[in-house]
Protein backbone atom coordinates (compact mmCIF):
# COMPACT_ATOMS: atom_id res chain seq x y z
CA UNK A 1 0.00 0.00 0.00
CA UNK A 2 1.90 3.39 -1.19
CA UNK A 3 -0.05 6.65 0.07
CA UNK A 4 -0.24 9.51 -2.76
CA UNK A 5 1.54 11.91 -3.02
CA UNK A 6 -1.24 14.51 -2.77
CA UNK A 7 -4.64 14.03 -2.09
CA UNK A 8 -5.83 16.57 -4.26
CA UNK A 9 -4.12 15.25 -7.29
CA UNK A 10 -6.25 12.46 -8.05
CA UNK A 11 -3.55 10.94 -10.90
CA UNK A 12 -1.23 10.02 -8.61
CA UNK A 13 -3.28 8.49 -6.43
CA UNK A 14 -2.36 4.80 -5.20
CA UNK A 15 -4.22 1.48 -5.69
CA UNK A 16 -6.37 0.40 -2.87
CA UNK A 17 -5.16 -3.05 -1.46
CA UNK A 18 -7.81 -3.09 0.95
CA UNK A 19 -8.06 -1.66 4.61
CA UNK A 20 -5.84 -4.12 6.96
CA UNK A 21 -4.91 -4.77 10.17
CA UNK A 22 -3.00 -7.49 12.11
CA UNK A 23 -4.14 -7.93 16.23
CA UNK A 24 -1.44 -9.90 18.14
CA UNK A 25 -3.59 -11.78 20.34
CA UNK A 26 -3.25 -10.43 24.12
CA UNK A 27 0.53 -9.41 24.27
CA UNK A 28 1.72 -11.90 26.77
CA UNK A 29 2.94 -10.05 30.16
CA UNK A 30 4.56 -13.11 30.91
CA UNK A 31 3.17 -15.05 33.78
CA UNK A 32 3.56 -18.37 33.68
CA UNK A 33 6.96 -17.97 33.53
CA UNK A 34 7.07 -18.01 37.58
CA UNK A 35 5.22 -21.27 38.27
CA UNK A 36 7.30 -22.92 41.07
CA UNK A 37 8.20 -25.37 38.67
CA UNK A 38 10.13 -23.51 36.08
CA UNK A 39 12.64 -22.15 38.77
CA UNK A 40 15.97 -23.36 38.97
CA UNK A 41 16.59 -24.30 42.79
CA UNK A 42 14.58 -24.73 46.38
CA UNK A 43 15.85 -22.15 48.13
CA UNK A 44 15.63 -24.47 50.97
CA UNK A 45 18.54 -26.64 49.50
CA UNK A 46 20.91 -23.67 49.51
CA UNK A 47 23.17 -23.22 52.16
CA UNK A 48 23.08 -20.52 54.56
CA UNK A 49 25.51 -17.49 53.90
CA UNK A 50 26.42 -15.44 56.55
CA UNK A 51 23.76 -13.11 57.50
CA UNK A 52 24.37 -8.81 57.42
CA UNK A 53 25.63 -8.12 60.90
CA UNK A 54 23.60 -5.28 61.45
CA UNK A 55 20.27 -7.16 60.55
CA UNK A 56 20.93 -9.62 63.40
CA UNK A 57 18.92 -6.79 65.95
CA UNK A 58 16.09 -7.03 63.71
CA UNK A 59 15.21 -10.18 63.33
CA UNK A 60 11.62 -9.83 62.52
CA UNK A 61 12.14 -6.97 60.14
CA UNK A 62 13.61 -7.14 56.47
CA UNK A 63 14.26 -4.58 54.41
CA UNK A 64 14.43 -5.28 50.42
CA UNK A 65 15.45 -2.53 48.10
CA UNK A 66 15.16 -3.18 44.87
CA UNK A 67 15.47 -0.29 41.76
CA UNK A 68 15.36 2.41 44.90
CA UNK A 69 11.89 0.81 46.23
CA UNK A 70 12.02 0.00 49.46
CA UNK A 71 9.69 -2.79 50.66
CA UNK A 72 9.62 -3.74 54.61
CA UNK A 73 8.39 -7.49 54.99
CA UNK A 74 7.78 -7.95 58.90
CA UNK A 75 6.19 -11.48 60.51
CA UNK A 76 6.96 -13.69 63.19
CA UNK A 77 8.14 -16.27 61.31
CA UNK A 78 11.76 -16.07 62.20
CA UNK A 79 12.78 -18.83 59.16
CA UNK A 80 10.68 -16.78 56.50
CA UNK A 81 12.87 -13.68 57.87
CA UNK A 82 15.96 -15.52 57.46
CA UNK A 83 15.27 -17.12 54.03
CA UNK A 84 13.96 -13.68 53.01
CA UNK A 85 17.28 -12.14 54.13
CA UNK A 86 19.67 -15.11 52.49
CA UNK A 87 17.59 -14.56 49.20
CA UNK A 88 17.65 -10.74 49.06
CA UNK A 89 21.16 -10.71 50.57
CA UNK A 90 22.63 -7.65 47.56
CA UNK A 91 19.38 -6.06 48.44
CA UNK A 92 18.85 -5.36 51.99
CA UNK A 93 18.98 -2.18 53.00
CA UNK A 94 17.42 -1.85 56.90
CA UNK A 95 17.86 1.91 56.57
CA UNK A 96 15.57 2.84 54.32
CA UNK A 97 12.24 4.10 55.21
CA UNK A 98 9.66 1.81 53.78
CA UNK A 99 8.06 2.65 50.56
CA UNK A 100 5.28 -0.41 51.62
CA UNK A 101 5.19 -2.53 54.64
CA UNK A 102 3.94 -5.83 54.02
CA UNK A 103 2.94 -8.12 57.24
CA UNK A 104 4.21 -11.71 56.15
CA UNK A 105 2.10 -14.69 57.59
CA UNK A 106 3.78 -18.43 56.21
CA UNK A 107 0.36 -20.90 55.70
CA UNK A 108 -0.13 -23.67 53.72
CA UNK A 109 -1.51 -23.37 50.67
CA UNK A 110 -3.33 -20.20 50.70
CA UNK A 111 -5.07 -21.05 47.69
CA UNK A 112 -5.50 -24.00 46.98
CA UNK A 113 -8.00 -23.65 44.64
CA UNK A 114 -6.43 -20.78 42.61
CA UNK A 115 -3.85 -22.29 40.29
CA UNK A 116 -3.70 -19.47 38.00
CA UNK A 117 -2.16 -16.28 39.00
CA UNK A 118 -4.58 -13.27 39.47
CA UNK A 119 -3.87 -10.08 40.15
CA UNK A 120 -6.29 -7.42 40.45
CA UNK A 121 -7.48 -3.94 42.03
CA UNK A 122 -10.96 -3.57 43.78
CA UNK A 123 -11.97 -0.56 45.37
CA UNK A 124 -8.65 0.54 45.13
CA UNK A 125 -6.84 -2.17 46.96
CA UNK A 126 -4.60 -4.40 45.12
CA UNK A 127 -4.84 -8.32 45.21
CA UNK A 128 -2.88 -11.00 44.16
CA UNK A 129 -3.30 -14.56 44.12
CA UNK A 130 -2.44 -18.41 43.32
CA UNK A 131 -2.19 -21.47 45.11
CA UNK A 132 1.13 -21.14 46.77
CA UNK A 133 0.49 -17.52 48.23
CA UNK A 134 -1.66 -14.67 48.82
CA UNK A 135 -1.07 -10.88 48.75
CA UNK A 136 -3.59 -7.96 49.59
CA UNK A 137 -2.37 -4.15 48.94
CA UNK A 138 -3.88 -1.29 50.00
CA UNK A 139 -1.82 1.17 47.64
CA UNK A 140 -3.20 4.55 50.09
CA UNK A 141 -1.61 3.39 53.11
CA UNK A 142 1.49 1.61 51.76
CA UNK A 143 0.07 -1.36 53.79
CA UNK A 144 -0.58 -4.91 52.69
CA UNK A 145 -0.17 -8.44 53.92
CA UNK A 146 1.04 -11.21 51.89
CA UNK A 147 0.46 -15.22 53.40
CA UNK A 148 2.52 -17.39 51.93
CA UNK A 149 4.19 -20.90 52.31
CA UNK A 150 7.97 -20.80 53.32
CA UNK A 151 8.98 -20.99 49.45
CA UNK A 152 11.32 -17.93 48.34
CA UNK A 153 9.89 -18.71 45.13
CA UNK A 154 6.56 -17.70 46.21
CA UNK A 155 7.85 -14.49 47.64
CA UNK A 156 9.51 -13.72 44.31
CA UNK A 157 6.57 -13.79 42.47
CA UNK A 158 4.97 -11.81 45.26
CA UNK A 159 7.65 -9.04 44.91
CA UNK A 160 7.93 -8.55 41.31
CA UNK A 161 3.82 -8.59 40.86
CA UNK A 162 4.27 -5.79 43.63
CA UNK A 163 7.41 -3.79 41.88
CA UNK A 164 5.36 -3.80 38.71
CA UNK A 165 2.42 -2.28 40.05
CA UNK A 166 5.14 0.07 41.64
CA UNK A 167 7.18 0.65 38.24
CA UNK A 168 3.99 0.94 35.73
CA UNK A 169 3.25 4.58 37.57
CA UNK A 170 6.89 5.87 37.48
CA UNK A 171 7.05 4.97 33.70
CA UNK A 172 9.07 1.52 34.06
CA UNK A 173 8.31 -1.80 33.96
CA UNK A 174 10.14 -5.59 34.06
CA UNK A 175 11.13 -6.96 31.40
CA UNK A 176 11.96 -10.77 30.67
CA UNK A 177 15.94 -9.42 29.84
CA UNK A 178 19.29 -10.39 30.94
CA UNK A 179 21.28 -6.56 31.67
CA UNK A 180 24.48 -5.77 32.46
CA UNK A 181 26.95 -2.39 33.04
CA UNK A 182 30.05 -2.33 30.78
CA UNK A 183 31.56 1.08 30.50
CA UNK A 184 29.35 2.66 33.21
CA UNK A 185 26.76 2.12 30.56
CA UNK A 186 23.72 -0.79 30.72
CA UNK A 187 22.87 -3.21 27.99
CA UNK A 188 19.48 -5.28 27.86
CA UNK A 189 19.45 -8.73 26.09
CA UNK A 190 15.65 -9.53 25.81
CA UNK A 191 13.86 -12.69 24.65
CA UNK A 192 12.02 -15.57 25.69
CA UNK A 193 12.90 -18.85 27.40
CA UNK A 194 15.76 -20.69 25.62
CA UNK A 195 16.67 -17.38 24.03
CA UNK A 196 20.08 -17.24 24.97
CA UNK A 197 19.89 -14.76 28.09
CA UNK A 198 21.60 -16.84 30.60
CA UNK A 199 24.34 -18.04 27.46
CA UNK A 200 25.54 -13.62 27.30
CA UNK A 201 25.28 -13.69 30.50
CA UNK A 202 27.74 -16.40 31.55
CA UNK A 203 30.26 -16.06 28.68
CA UNK A 204 30.54 -12.33 29.63
CA UNK A 205 34.37 -11.12 29.63
CA UNK A 206 35.50 -9.91 33.30
CA UNK A 207 34.87 -5.94 32.83
CA UNK A 208 31.12 -6.70 32.73
CA UNK A 209 28.98 -6.20 35.71
CA UNK A 210 25.38 -8.28 35.68
CA UNK A 211 22.37 -6.78 36.48
CA UNK A 212 20.19 -9.73 36.18
CA UNK A 213 20.30 -12.97 33.92
CA UNK A 214 16.16 -12.84 33.81
CA UNK A 215 14.57 -9.88 35.25
CA UNK A 216 15.61 -6.44 34.54
CA UNK A 217 14.24 -3.74 35.81
CA UNK A 218 13.48 -0.65 33.71
CA UNK A 219 12.79 3.16 34.47
CA UNK A 220 12.93 6.41 33.37
CA UNK A 221 14.97 8.75 35.81
CA UNK A 222 14.66 11.97 34.45
CA UNK A 223 15.76 12.04 30.89
CA UNK A 224 17.25 9.18 31.09
CA UNK A 225 16.27 5.39 30.89
CA UNK A 226 17.79 3.38 33.89
CA UNK A 227 18.78 -0.11 34.39
CA UNK A 228 18.81 -1.61 37.72
CA UNK A 229 19.94 -4.97 39.31
CA UNK A 230 17.70 -7.43 40.58
CA UNK A 231 18.15 -10.65 42.71
CA UNK A 232 15.64 -12.21 40.62
CA UNK A 233 17.72 -15.28 38.56
CA UNK A 234 17.66 -17.47 35.89
CA UNK A 235 19.46 -20.62 34.99
CA UNK A 236 22.39 -19.01 36.02
CA UNK A 237 21.07 -18.60 39.68
CA UNK A 238 23.57 -15.92 40.69
CA UNK A 239 21.94 -12.32 41.97
CA UNK A 240 22.85 -9.56 39.90
CA UNK A 241 24.78 -6.71 41.90
CA UNK A 242 22.56 -4.02 43.19
CA UNK A 243 23.72 -1.25 40.65
CA UNK A 244 22.10 1.20 38.08
CA UNK A 245 23.28 2.58 34.70
CA UNK A 246 21.78 4.55 32.03
CA UNK A 247 20.42 2.33 28.83
CA UNK A 248 22.74 2.87 25.78
CA UNK A 249 20.89 0.00 24.03
CA UNK A 250 18.48 -3.05 23.87
CA UNK A 251 19.15 -6.47 21.85
CA UNK A 252 16.34 -8.98 20.68
CA UNK A 253 18.35 -11.98 21.38
CA UNK A 254 18.08 -14.49 18.24
CA UNK A 255 20.62 -17.78 17.69
CA UNK A 256 22.47 -17.73 14.56
CA UNK A 257 25.46 -19.54 12.29
CA UNK A 258 27.63 -15.88 12.83
CA UNK A 259 27.52 -12.70 14.65
CA UNK A 260 25.37 -9.95 13.18
CA UNK A 261 23.69 -6.62 14.30
CA UNK A 262 20.65 -5.71 13.02
CA UNK A 263 19.49 -2.24 13.82
CA UNK A 264 15.47 -2.15 14.36
CA UNK A 265 13.07 0.31 13.66
CA UNK A 266 10.99 1.74 16.11
CA UNK A 267 7.85 -0.13 15.23
CA UNK A 268 9.55 -3.15 15.22
CA UNK A 269 11.56 -2.48 18.59
CA UNK A 270 8.20 -2.28 19.81
CA UNK A 271 6.27 -4.87 18.90
CA UNK A 272 9.67 -6.83 19.86
CA UNK A 273 9.61 -5.43 23.52
CA UNK A 274 6.18 -5.96 24.05
CA UNK A 275 6.29 -9.04 24.15
CA UNK A 276 8.40 -9.59 26.59
CA UNK A 277 7.40 -7.04 29.38
CA UNK A 278 6.16 -8.69 32.52
CA UNK A 279 2.85 -7.68 33.87
CA UNK A 280 0.36 -9.32 35.66
CA UNK A 281 -2.61 -6.83 36.65
CA UNK A 282 -5.65 -6.70 34.86
CA UNK A 283 -5.76 -2.80 35.10
CA UNK A 284 -6.57 -0.81 31.82
CA UNK A 285 -4.59 2.72 33.05
CA UNK A 286 -1.64 0.58 34.32
CA UNK A 287 -1.65 -1.18 30.95
CA UNK A 288 -2.17 1.93 29.08
CA UNK A 289 0.75 3.34 31.03
CA UNK A 290 3.38 0.81 30.24
CA UNK A 291 2.74 0.20 26.36
CA UNK A 292 3.09 4.53 26.69
CA UNK A 293 6.40 3.52 28.56
CA UNK A 294 7.28 1.01 25.97
CA UNK A 295 6.93 3.48 22.92
CA UNK A 296 9.01 6.47 24.60
CA UNK A 297 11.81 3.80 25.37
CA UNK A 298 12.01 2.45 21.33
CA UNK A 299 11.74 5.76 20.30
CA UNK A 300 14.40 7.23 22.48
CA UNK A 301 16.80 4.41 22.75
CA UNK A 302 18.57 2.44 19.78
CA UNK A 303 17.22 -1.35 19.62
CA UNK A 304 18.84 -4.19 17.93
CA UNK A 305 18.00 -7.58 16.48
CA UNK A 306 21.21 -9.41 18.11
CA UNK A 307 21.44 -12.37 15.76
CA UNK A 308 24.60 -14.40 17.76
CA UNK A 309 26.68 -17.41 18.03
CA UNK A 310 26.68 -18.77 21.90
CA UNK A 311 29.94 -18.09 22.79
CA UNK A 312 32.38 -15.09 24.02
CA UNK A 313 32.42 -13.73 20.37
CA UNK A 314 28.81 -11.86 20.61
CA UNK A 315 30.79 -9.60 23.16
CA UNK A 316 33.01 -7.86 20.52
CA UNK A 317 29.92 -6.61 19.21
CA UNK A 318 28.67 -4.93 22.60
CA UNK A 319 30.30 -1.71 23.08
CA UNK B 1 -23.48 1.84 9.26
CA UNK B 2 -23.08 4.42 6.31
CA UNK B 3 -23.97 7.26 8.55
CA UNK B 4 -22.80 6.35 11.68
CA UNK B 5 -20.00 7.78 14.03
CA UNK B 6 -16.92 6.16 15.30
CA UNK B 7 -14.35 7.12 18.19
CA UNK B 8 -11.56 6.20 19.77
CA UNK B 9 -12.56 4.39 23.18
CA UNK B 10 -11.36 5.42 26.36
CA UNK B 11 -10.06 1.79 26.74
CA UNK B 12 -7.37 1.62 23.93
CA UNK B 13 -4.33 3.38 24.04
CA UNK B 14 -2.30 4.42 20.56
CA UNK B 15 0.97 5.49 18.78
CA UNK B 16 2.18 5.81 15.55
CA UNK B 17 5.71 4.40 15.02
CA UNK B 18 7.82 5.03 11.97
CA UNK B 19 4.00 5.68 10.34
CA UNK B 20 2.53 2.51 11.46
CA UNK B 21 -0.14 2.96 14.13
CA UNK B 22 -0.34 0.77 17.28
CA UNK B 23 -3.44 0.30 19.13
CA UNK B 24 -3.18 -0.94 22.99
CA UNK B 25 -6.48 -2.24 24.31
CA UNK B 26 -6.06 -1.54 27.50
CA UNK B 27 -8.93 -4.25 28.56
CA UNK B 28 -7.15 -7.50 27.18
CA UNK B 29 -3.60 -6.32 26.40
CA UNK B 30 -4.01 -6.84 22.77
CA UNK B 31 -1.99 -5.12 20.44
CA UNK B 32 -3.30 -4.14 16.82
CA UNK B 33 -0.85 -2.86 14.06
CA UNK B 34 -2.96 -0.83 11.17
CA UNK B 35 -1.74 -0.51 7.77
CA UNK B 36 -2.25 2.91 5.51
CA UNK B 37 -5.77 3.25 5.38
CA UNK B 38 -7.03 1.43 8.32
CA UNK B 39 -4.39 4.15 10.00
CA UNK B 40 -6.28 6.83 8.33
CA UNK B 41 -10.03 5.21 9.80
CA UNK B 42 -7.97 5.24 12.78
CA UNK B 43 -7.24 8.91 12.92
CA UNK B 44 -10.30 10.46 12.09
CA UNK B 45 -12.30 8.82 14.39
CA UNK B 46 -12.96 11.71 16.06
CA UNK B 47 -16.66 11.29 16.77
CA UNK B 48 -17.68 14.02 14.93
CA UNK B 49 -16.94 12.91 11.80
CA UNK B 50 -19.30 10.34 9.83
CA UNK B 51 -17.55 6.58 8.66
CA UNK B 52 -19.19 7.70 5.14
CA UNK B 53 -17.62 11.03 4.97
CA UNK B 54 -14.35 9.20 6.67
CA UNK B 55 -14.30 7.53 3.67
CA UNK B 56 -15.57 9.68 1.05
CA UNK B 57 -13.28 12.37 1.99
CA UNK B 58 -10.47 10.99 3.43
CA UNK B 59 -10.00 7.24 2.04
CA UNK B 60 -11.57 7.81 -1.81
CA UNK B 61 -9.29 11.00 -2.22
CA UNK B 62 -6.44 9.48 -1.12
CA UNK B 63 -6.48 6.21 -2.72
CA UNK B 64 -7.40 4.57 -5.90
CA UNK B 65 -10.51 3.15 -4.93
CA UNK B 66 -14.74 2.67 -5.30
CA UNK B 67 -16.73 4.43 -2.63
CA UNK B 68 -18.13 0.93 -2.52
CA UNK B 69 -15.53 -0.88 -2.05
CA UNK B 70 -13.60 1.58 0.26
CA UNK B 71 -16.96 1.61 2.50
CA UNK B 72 -17.52 -2.78 2.91
CA UNK B 73 -13.97 -2.40 4.23
CA UNK B 74 -14.30 0.59 6.09
CA UNK B 75 -17.42 -1.49 7.84
CA UNK B 76 -15.53 -4.54 8.50
CA UNK B 77 -12.50 -2.92 9.98
CA UNK B 78 -14.82 -0.58 11.80
CA UNK B 79 -16.58 -4.01 13.55
CA UNK B 80 -13.58 -5.34 14.19
CA UNK B 81 -12.01 -3.14 16.27
CA UNK B 82 -15.06 -2.22 18.15
CA UNK B 83 -15.78 -5.80 18.74
CA UNK B 84 -11.99 -5.56 20.86
CA UNK B 85 -13.67 -2.55 22.33
CA UNK B 86 -10.93 -0.15 21.51
CA UNK B 87 -13.68 1.66 18.54
CA UNK B 88 -17.02 3.56 19.64
CA UNK B 89 -19.89 3.40 17.14
CA UNK B 90 -23.02 4.90 17.10
CA UNK B 91 -25.44 6.40 15.36
CA UNK B 92 -24.87 9.92 16.39
CA UNK B 93 -21.61 12.13 16.94
CA UNK B 94 -20.41 10.73 20.28
CA UNK B 95 -19.01 13.43 22.67
CA UNK B 96 -15.01 12.74 23.97
CA UNK B 97 -15.02 11.20 27.22
CA UNK B 98 -13.50 14.22 29.03
CA UNK B 99 -15.74 16.20 27.89
CA UNK B 100 -18.36 14.56 28.88
CA UNK B 101 -16.95 13.71 31.97
CA UNK B 102 -16.80 17.61 32.77
CA UNK B 103 -20.00 18.35 31.52
CA UNK B 104 -21.37 15.84 34.04
CA UNK B 105 -19.36 17.35 36.76
Known amino acids: MHRSR ?25 DQ ?10 FLERTHQMPNVALLAEVHTVMVEIGGTPIRLYGESACF ?17 PRIDLRVDVVSRPN ?55 LAEQWGFLLHAASVVRGRRAFLFFGPSGSGKTTVS ?22 HHMAYGTPFTGELAKSGENISAH ?3 LYQLVKAPANRLVPMNAADAARALLGNVLFFAEDPHLVTLIFQSVCDLVCQLPVYRLEFVPDQTIWDLIQ | MKGCYVAKS ?38 ATSLQEIVENKICAEFEVEPSTAFADAEYLVAELVGHGV ?19
Open chain 2, 10 to 47: PLAASRELDGEVFIMSSVNSTLFTLNDVASLIWKSADG
Open chain 1, 112 to 166: ADQEDLRVVREGGLWSAERGDFRLDWDPGSSSGRLQLELNAYSLDTALRIMHTIV
Open chain 1, 6 to 30: GATDQSTSDPFEGIGFLVYQPIPFI
Open chain 1, 247 to 249: IAA
Open chain 1, 202 to 223: RVAPPDVTLLTDEISYVRRDAD
Open chain 1, 33 to 42: MFAVAHLPHS
Open chain 1, 81 to 97: LSMARDRYIGFLNPGSR
Open chain 2, 87 to 105: LLVADHPIEPPSLFARKKS
